[in-house]
């Protein structure tokens, strides 16, 4: 049963244009909402946070907005480049006393052409 | 450089047989798990522990093995390797309960044929 659905699964932009990868979910119980990116034979890395309070979290080219009626939320990469080319994990963090687990999306492969 | 270590990089094993992936970490985190990359399926944790001596199960423990004696170190065993074990596996660190993110080491390729 996947709780975090991402979508699409893969996405081609051109240089300049913007990015935008979804995803939805389904447990409310969630706290924390991360994106991670990864580039090929690497781990992930965290890009970018948010939590469910608040609707709308930027960090220079990358902005996340969140809608928790819909139990959405979404990643928008502005004026994206090249160097932006990687796989990207929406997630969603549960804390249960000292722990934390991470439910990760399937992944969206970005491609951004010159 | 500080963070997560895996090793090794690539193995390749015969159904049955038995390993350890290892992972060290140097940042002094509570927090480490390992989680299995499979095409489509994002990542899925298998085992996590909030510090030395507590171990528990993620998503998909069957088939594995964990146990926490340092801070540092976190292996995960493969008690008789099948070829569903065919994956990319992820440790990771986080300080506290991950709220500052996770620190992913750079992967090990496992191959079971």
């Known amino acids: 049963q996947q709780q975090v659905k991402q979508s699409p699964q893969s996405l081609i932009v051109q240089k300049g244009g913007i990015s935008i990868i979804n995803c939805a979910y389904e447990n409310t119980a969630f706290d924390y909402f991360p994106w991670y990116q990864q580039f090929p034979g690497k781990g992930p890395a965290l890009l970018i946070a948010?939590?469910?309070?608040?609707s709308e979290k930027k960090e220079g080219r990358f902005t996340i907005s969140f809608n928790k009626s819909a139990k959405q939320f979404s990643l928008h990469i502005m004026d994206s480049q090249p160097g932006d080319s990687a796989t990207y994990f929406c997630?969603?963090?549960?804390?249960?006393?000292?722990?934390?687990?991470?439910?990760f999306g399937t992944g969206t492969r970005l491609q951004v052409t010159l | 450089n500080a963070g997560v270590t895996q090793t090794p990089k690539f193995q390749v094993l015969k159904t049955g047989q038995s390993m350890t992936l290892q992972c060290a970490q140097d940042?002094?985190?509570?927090?480490m798990s390992w989680y299995r990359q499979d095409p489509g399926m994002g990542l899925r944790l298998i085992h996590y522990?909030?510090?030395?001596?507590?171990?528990d199960q993620g998503e998909v423990p069957n088939g594995y093995n964990v146990s926490r004696s340092t801070t540092e170190d976190f292996p995960l065993r493969l008690l008789s390797a099948a070829p569903s074990q065919t994956s990319v596996y992820f440790c990771a660190s986080s300080r506290g309960q991950g709220l500052y993110g996770y620190t992913f080491g750079s992967g090990t390729r496992l191959t079971v044929v």
């Open positions: 997630a969603a963090t549960r804390i249960t006393g000292t722990a934390s687990k991470l439910t």
């Open positions: 940042m002094n985190h509570e927090y």
């Open positions: 522990s909030v510090g030395a001596g507590i171990t």
């Open positions: 948010i939590r469910p309070d608040v």
